[in-house]
């Protein structure tokens, strides 16, 4: 089946430092992408959706300039957390959807974000 | 919000018995789908069900939608010790953007 992989799966860092998130389709071409935030023991939030070659449609209550996203490539959309604080510690998880099939998305691994 | 709602927040059963939880939503859909997701993983995609139908099975899953009640179910039969996990319900208003329910903590004791 289609596969959507996340890198890292972990990261620590700074608080002010600038951590990035990739979200890779490894066998199919997606033009649309899916940032999405998780709190410890809460659902998915919808932050982002990452369009290929244009700019980020942001969900309303996001910060765009926070939370930076780039779809340069039909394999690979990145989500870039700006001068991080703790706050910003959370499990991003990103999807893609195949297209044309009408079948579900495929969720990366996620990645857990520790700002110290 | 346009979240949606899952029902029971956290429930836990003994191996063998069956789980359901339900899952009720705002707008309307093209399609929902069923996720899992063990602690701190990523999502596993389990089920999806259309608009147009009303139940849907995949081994010990079954899945109904009444779209009349904007609501949904997940059941799983004999469950297992290996099914604890969170489950969530997302609906895709034909956007491919979805909006998660509040999901179900599953713990299934052996």
């Known amino acids: 089946g289609a596969v959507v992989s996340q890198h890292p799966s972990r990261v620590i860092c700074k608080s002010g430092t600038s951590v990035k998130i990739e979200c890779r389709s490894l066998d199919f071409q997606a033009t649309t992408m899916f940032w999405y935030r998780q709190f410890p023991k809460q659902s998915l939030m919808l932050m982002a959706t990452s369009n290929e070659g244009s700019k980020a449609t942001y969900e309303q209550g996001v910060e765009k300039d926070k939370f930076l996203i780039n779809h340069a490539s039909l394999t690979l959309s990145t989500l870039t957390v700006t001068s991080a604080h703790p706050e910003d510690s959370s499990f991003y998880i990103c999807?893609?959807?195949?297209?044309?099939?009408?079948?579900?998305?495929?969720f990366g691994q996620g990645t857990r974000l520790t700002v110290v | 919000s346009q979240q949606g709602e899952e029902d029971p927040q956290a429930l836990s059963i003994q191996e063998g018995e069956n789980a359901t939880m339900n899952c009720s939503y705002k707008t309307s859909i093209n399609n929902l789908q069923w996720y899992r997701q063990n602690s701190g993983r990523g999502l596993v995609h389990l089920i999806l069900?259309?608009?147009?139908?009303r139940e849907k099975h995949s081994g010990r899953l079954r899945v109904t939608l009444d779209t009349s009640k904007k609501s949904s179910s997940l059941l799983i039969t004999a469950s297992r010790a290996a099914d604890t996990a969170s489950y969530f319900c997302?609906?895709?208003?034909?956007?491919?953007?979805?909006?998660f329910g509040t999901g179900t903590r599953l713990k299934v004791l052996a």
């Open positions: 999807s893609a959807r195949p297209p044309r099939t009408g079948g579900p998305a495929f």
């Open positions: 069900i259309r608009s147009n139908e």
């Open positions: 997302a609906t895709d208003a034909g956007t491919y953007k979805y909006i």
